[in-house]
């Protein structure tokens, strides 16, 4: 029964239509079962009724419409109950109705399994034979199986508009990632990469050094390119975000891509075939990670090895005509595809694929242009030059939207456009509510950062993230490459704190070169267990962040995934025993510089943190609270896994308490404690945090005019009365409807409103 199974699942998902699937199924259930009649009824909730879509055995009449109302015959029952209906004469039941027009009356015994996609029932598969029999358990549990396959198709099918009902002069909504907020308005226009990996195929060179230099020659057209892009974009997009250049061009180093494509031309292969060859290892290596940060890194190395292969195949770009209002759409939008289009007329953009983590996300959102992800299951030559508006704070996407709905989203754009001039014109103001309360706002960084004109006031880097280096590697970097790394970060900041976290790597985020293979990776080797495990790995980067600190003495060093004391007490006598190293070198040298030690914290990530507080801020000297970590060990949610993202809820109201605990017991111990989670850039999560006590909140650069804005607009008592209303609220739901009126009630509604 399985591979009959496995081939019917494997027909109905290959089937090239949606009537055509439906069809594949209801053949080859009847076929496998030997009954009489298969048929597949779909739900039409505007009706109220069930439609008849397909069946083998029954007749539908051309051109007819077969339904049953919601209420009526076994179909619905079946529906109602959620569950499977096993009856072996049909027409003695007491919700027994004919489906009238399709001659259903030879038939007795009936098996009808609800289609259930995420709790929503989508209809039902209907199994029915004329001799009265019950069906047996292996009959029910095959048809069972089934229908809860064919719920996937119809939900695909659904989301592109193609079940009968939706089929108005507009189409469906389509539901993405939210990537960057905002409401774009604009035609579709597809972009395409310069080159293809794939279709490369590999071929074999005599002249290895003829190759290689093409390769050269064609590395250093990429480099100009990307210095054209990012001297394109540098006038709208801070400087943070304009390193993703950097990182680019640091890829196409010797170190990097360089040597390995060399290495490979010189095996005998063409350079167009070495490029492809690295290239698809590199992305391989990164979509195998399980981080989706990280995982995003696939999609730059891919995109770079594409410009390379345009270099290589002499492919001229040719400049398209863009529309004037334009949403950008492709399979996989890219930081430099995003960088080419003119700002001017680029209004918002939709990715097929990828996440909120990926690059052109972080470039959209440092631009002000909203865009969404990870739109599926719609062939991009379905939206080419389509009318579209995009929702980056839901993740819809309207089709050709009815006038109304088109209205509404202009009116949002305007209230907008607005809201955005009045928060950028006051990023100079100090973040302090209306009855004086100053809060200190700070930035999370990762990648290589210029000095910062761009951004409004801040007090200098909450976090600074240091896995990113580690990863563009193919080995650890040495002490000197991270002194030089960690020098650039100070300099930027000189005069402002820079809480720079040892390395969180691990289970969830192996190094290409450090392969991890776990079971459960985010309860496993990662962070400090990894990090405490080698040390050697540990005191060299310590000691290059102590060196780095020398002249400027703004360092602290935050250590991730705490869970036990012991854990503080190993890290802290190996920072002790690096500081004395580096001391004692220092005091070698002529005008030996004075040496600060930096204060340490910890990450409050791991839940087991809260009930040892106490032991562990006297070993300390600050808290820094990674609300993404606590919210998905305290729920128990997989941060990363699409699956769970609706349980993923850092409203939840045991996060609340969790929060408010941490800010009560660090403030009787009196220890400075901070947040620098996602929730700290959200704009409720900032106004219930403030409330709990929180005064220090580090966020991404382009949430910082926004938040201060709205710290500006209100006050102590308003934030309590706030704060006991989420409180009190028993689900994540209410909380987000109180923060979110309230949000409405001072006129920022606009930060988080549309779509849903
Ligand atoms: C967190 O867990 O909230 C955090 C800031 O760290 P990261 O997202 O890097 O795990
Ligand atoms: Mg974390």
Redo the contacts with the bound molecule.
């Keep these: 029964m399985l591979t009959t199974l496995q081939r019917i699942v494997e027909a109905v998902n290959q089937a090239p239509e949606f009537e055509v699937a439906l069809d594949t199924m209801v053949r080859s259930v009847k076929a496998a079962l030997g009954s009489d009649v298969c048929s597949v009824y779909l739900v039409d909730r505007e009706n109220r009724e069930f439609v008849l879509m397909a069946s083998d055995g029954l007749r539908i009449p051309v051109g007819e419409r077969i339904s049953l109302n919601f209420g009526e015959g076994l179909i619905s029952l079946a529906a109602e109950r959620e569950e499977p209906l096993n009856i072996a004469n049909a027409t003695t039941h007491p919700n027994f109705k004919l489906v009238e027009g399709v001659e259903e009356e030879p038939y007795r015994a009936m098996l009808v399994a609800p289609i259930i996609h995420q709790r929503q029932v989508l209809g039902v598969l209907a199994v029915q034979q004329q001799k009265a029999r019950a069906f047996s358990g292996e009959e029910e549990s095959f048809v069972v199986t089934l229908a809860a396959q064919l719920a996937a198709v119809i939900a695909h099918a659904e989301a592109k508009g193609l079940v009968s009902g939706q089929q108005s002069p507009w189409m469906r909504n389509l539901s993405a990632i939210p990537g960057a907020p905002g409401v774009a308005i604009g035609q579709a226009y597809i972009g395409k990469p310069i080159a293809s990996l794939s279709s490369v195929v590999p071929r074999r060179t005599e002249q290895p050094w003829r190759e290689i230099h093409r390769f050269r020659s064609a590395v250093i057209k990429t480099r100009q390119d990307l210095r054209e892009l990012a001297e394109q974009v540098a006038s709208y997009v801070a400087a943070d975000t304009l390193a993703i250049f950097d990182v680019y061009q640091g890829m196409l180093d010797a170190a990097s891509l360089g040597d390995a494509v060399e290495a490979k031309i010189k095996e005998g292969w063409r350079a167009q075939t070495a490029v492809k060859l690295v290239v698809e290892g590199f992305v391989s290596q990164f979509e195998d990670l399980d981080d989706s ?1 990280l995982k995003e890194r696939a999609v730059d190395v891919r995109d770079l090895g594409q410009r390379i292969l345009g270099h290589l195949q002499d492919r001229k770009h040719v400049e398209e005509s863009v529309p004037e209002s334009c949403i950008l759409v492709a399979e996989e939008v890219t930081a430099s595809m995003l960088a080419s289009i003119p700002r001017a007329r680029l209004q918002g953009l939709i990715s097929l694929r990828g996440s909120a983590n990926s690059h052109a996300a972080i470039m959209a959102r440092s631009m002000g242009i909203p865009a969404v992800f990870g739109v599926q299951d719609v062939p991009l030559n379905y939206l080419e030059d389509q009318f579209l508006v995009v929702d980056g704070y839901s993740g819809d996407v309207f089709v050709n939207p009815p006038a109304q709905l088109l209205q509404e989203y202009e009116e949002l754009q305007e209230e907008e456009v607005e809201l955005a001039g009045i928060v950028k014109a006051n990023r100079h103001l100090p973040a302090e509510t209306s009855d004086g309360i100053q809060v200190d706002l700070q930035v ?1 960084a990762g990648l290589n950062l210029d000095a910062n004109d761009e951004l409004g006031e801040h007090n200098g880097i909450g ?1 600074y ?1 240091t ?1 990113i280096p580690f990863m563009m590697r193919e080995r650890f970097p040495t002490e000197s490459e991270q002194l030089k790394l960690y020098k650039d970060v100070l300099q930027s900041y000189r005069g402002q704190p820079v809480v720079m ?1 040892t390395l ?1 790597i691990g289970g969830d985020k192996p190094l290409p070169y450090f392969p991890i293979q776990e079971e459960n990776p985010f309860l496993g080797w990662r962070g400090i267990r990894m990090t405490l495990d080698h040390p050697e790995i540990f005191l060299v980067q310590v000691r290059a962040m102590l060196r780095a600190n020398v002249g400027y003495g703004t360092l602290k060093i935050l250590l ?1 995934m705490i869970t036990s004391v012991d854990e503080v007490d190993e890290a802290a006598r190996l920072i002790n025993q690096a500081y004395f190293e580096v001391r004692n070198e220092l005091v070698q040298t002529a005008n030996a510089p004075t040496m600060q030690r930096p204060q340490l914290g910890v ?1 409050i ?1 791991v839940p087991a943190l809260l009930y040892q507080l106490e032991a562990v801020a006297q070993r300390v000297d600050f808290f ?9 060990y305290l729920l128990a949610v997989d941060r990363n896994n699409p699956r769970v993202a609706r349980l993923y809820e850092v409203y939840h109201p045991a996060v609340l308490r969790a929060l408010q605990q941490i800010a009560d017991t660090a403030h009787k111990l009196g220890k400075p404690v901070s947040v ?4 700290a850039g959200d704009p409720g999560g900032a106004l219930l945090l403030l409330a709990m006590g929180y005064r220090t909140l580090s966020m991404s650069a382009h949430n910082l005019d926004k938040i201060r804005w709205i710290i500006r607009n209100v006050s102590s008592p308003m934030l309590q009365v706030l704060l006991a209303q989420a409180m009190n609220a028993k689900h994540p739901d209410h909380v987000r409807k109180v923060v979110n009126m309230k949000l409405e009630g001072l006129g920022l509604g606009g930060f988080v409103r549309a779509g849903k």
């Design positions: 940060y999370n976090l993230r896995e976290r969180d991730p990450m990530e820094s609270v990674g609300t993404n970590d606590l919210t998905q620098c989670g996602e929730l």
